[in-house]
């Protein structure tokens, strides 16, 4: 019988440095890994990361648990596997008011990082040059949020909601950095007052009319 060969993300315990492991598995294991990992996305997509775990991955697709365990044993692995063939869910069609809907984007992705599997991503996506996350992964999440949040300044700024903005090319930075810092480095949480102080270093901002 041919066998397939796939490669599954592997998080070492450098938690910046995402390494590929080649596995064999003959066709009956592709597709099984193939309906986890749909079940996978579908949690994501509906859910968000905390709903990703292999308790729950295993009951979508109807498979043991040992079953996602075999193909993914750290979730770190699982966590990199889904989000590589999916879209980041933040920072997504902004809204106006602007200033109340980045509070909720913010407040959401603050929440979600602290959860060791999505904090080993973060980090391997803040260290693009030490980390063998594929770069087609990197570029394109970075893009989703880069993008967002400029959709989302650039909205607010047309809506009289906020005046001198930042560089463009510092927004993502100004507005995510220091939650991953405070979260996934400091290991804190990340308090509400922290996020109103982020978005208030990218401009100033004016009620909503």
């Known amino acids: 019988m041919h066998s397939l060969v796939y490669e599954s993300s592997c998080l070492t ?12 598995a003959d066709p009956r294991q592709a597709r099984s890994r193939k309906a986890m990992l749909d079940a996978a996305r579908e949690l ?8 990703v775990t292999h308790q729950r991955v295993a009951r979508q697709a109807g498979v043991g648990r040992a079953t996602v365990y075999r193909h993914w044993p750290r979730p770190e692995q699982l966590m990199l596997d889904t989000m590589a063939g999916v879209e980041l869910p933040f920072f997504r069609n902004p809204l106006s008011p602007v200033r109340p809907w980045l509070r909720g984007q913010l407040r959401t992705f603050a929440d979600e990082i602290v959860l060791p599997a999505v904090a080993g991503v973060a980090l391997a996506m803040m260290n693009r040059s030490g980390s063998s996350l594929p770069a087609e992964v990197h570029d394109r999440f970075s893009a989703t949020a880069d993008t967002g949040l400029r959709a989302a300044v650039a909205l607010a700024v047309a809506e009289g909601e906020l005046t001198e903005p930042a560089d463009p090319e ?40």
């Open 13 to 24: 315990e450098d938690r910046s440095r995402i390494h590929p492991v080649k596995t064999t």
């Open 44 to 51: 994501l997509a509906r859910e968000g990361p905390a709903a």
């Open 170 to 209: 510092d927004i993502m930075a100004l507005l995510s950095g220091p939650l991953i810092h405070r979260a996934c480095l400091q290991g804190n949480p990340v308090s509400d007052e922290l996020i109103d102080r982020v978005i208030d270093s990218i401009g100033t901002w004016h009620p909503h009319s």
